[in-house]
């Protein structure tokens, strides 16, 4: 999906196509498809410019996130270590894995479900996993909350505020140099790099 088509669906169906596209980002698998933080942050900047209004879109993509990953996880629960069972194999998931993965979320349930809300790559089967391995539920309720109302709040003033003081920024910019900009790039690169290393790390001890 191109940014116009973003922008055209968000000005057009607002709130509900926010809420769908965020909620499926989070439900199981679906984020490997749907750009759920991209429409996210264009929606909030959309709210800078008074298309939409950034105190209703806050607690809609809050709830969209949360229910979203809910979804995913009695999803993992119900069935999905029989499918992964059956059909893990054929991608190199063995139940020795299935094993190790049962006891790393035994011992680190709550920091994956928490941390990994910020990783796109790992957002889409967190919860899901978290079902599979029976993660203890009013644990994963609690932390499911807190992840997707950090997320949602912290994406959704980022875009805004941006979008408010876009030409502030562009001024600042102006005044620092390329340099002070070859910093923070560098700083957001290495940011990046830490993510990818949480990623691999997480799945690999898995």
């Not at 069935?79 to 893990?88: D, N, P």
């Not at 923070?184 to 001890?205: A, D, K, M, T």
């Amino acid at each position: 999906m191109e940014y116009s088509q973003i922008l055209k669906f968000i000005s057009e169906y607002g709130y509900l196509f926010v809420f769908l596209i965020v909620a499926l980002e989070n439900g199981a698998f679906v984020g490997l498809f749907v750009p759920g933080e991209t429409i996210l942050l264009t929606s909030s900047f959309i709210a800078s410019m008074g298309i939409l209004n950034i105190y209703i879109l806050i607690p809609v993509v809050i709830l969209a996130a949360f229910l979203g990953d809910n979804f995913a996880y009695f999803l993992g629960r119900k069935g999905g270590r029989s499918v992964l069972v059956k059909y893990g194999p054929k991608f190199k998931i063995s139940e020795k894995k299935l094993k190790k993965a049962e006891d790393f979320y035994k011992k680190h349930g709550a920091n994956i479900v928490l941390i990994g809300r910020w990783t796109a790559f790992l957002r889409t089967f967190t919860a899901f996993l978290a079902g599979v391995n029976k993660m203890n539920y009013p644990k994963f309720f609690l932390f499911n909350a807190i992840g997707a109302i950090t997320w949602g709040l912290g994406n959704c003033l980022f875009g805004y505020f941006f979008g408010k003081n876009i030409d502030l920024i562009l001024s600042i910019i102006h005044k620092i140099g390329w340099t002070t900009l070859g910093v923070v790039i560098v700083i957001i690169l290495i940011w990046y790099v830490w993510r990818r290393w949480l990623r691999n790390y997480l799945f690999r001890n898995m």
